[in-house]
């Protein structure tokens, strides 16, 4: 099965709402990455909650029947990155984002107010 882009962005904001992620941001990539379509990116206060972030998006993924292609960070749950194609998720620790601030250096991308 195959969803869209779109559809999926839909899925992962909704887990990422689920389980109570914090700013949460979408940036749209169509027009200057061939990569991936869309990045989504916000944060927890706690490790922990990073760890549940990730695992809630990965298993509303796997459940919509789009693969993972990666998952890096979940060791550390400091900065976890999930590669689901067509959108590539980022879950930071509160600090971690604050420090790599991945808003500004992707400041040429659109942010997508609404889904």
């Known amino acids: 099965m195959s969803i869209s882009s779109n559809e999926l962005l839909k899925i992962v904001i909704g887990a990422l709402e689920d389980?109570?992620?914090l700013d949460i941001v979408t940036l749209n990539l169509h027009q200057i990455s061939l990569v991936t379509d869309y990045f989504?990116?916000?944060h927890g206060n706690s490790e922990r909650q990073v760890q549940a972030l990730a695992d809630e998006v990965v298993e509303q993924a796997e459940k919509a029947g789009c693969a993972v292609h990666g998952i890096e960070g979940l060791d550390s749950s400091r900065w976890v990155l999930i590669d689901l194609g067509?959108?590539?998720v980022h879950v930071f620790h509160r600090d971690d984002r604050e420090y790599y601030n991945l808003e500004r250096l992707w400041s040429d991308a659109e942010v997508v107010e609404s889904v």
């Open 19 to 21: 389980k109570k992620a």
């Open 40 to 42: 989504v990116i916000c």
């Open 86 to 88: 067509d959108v590539v």
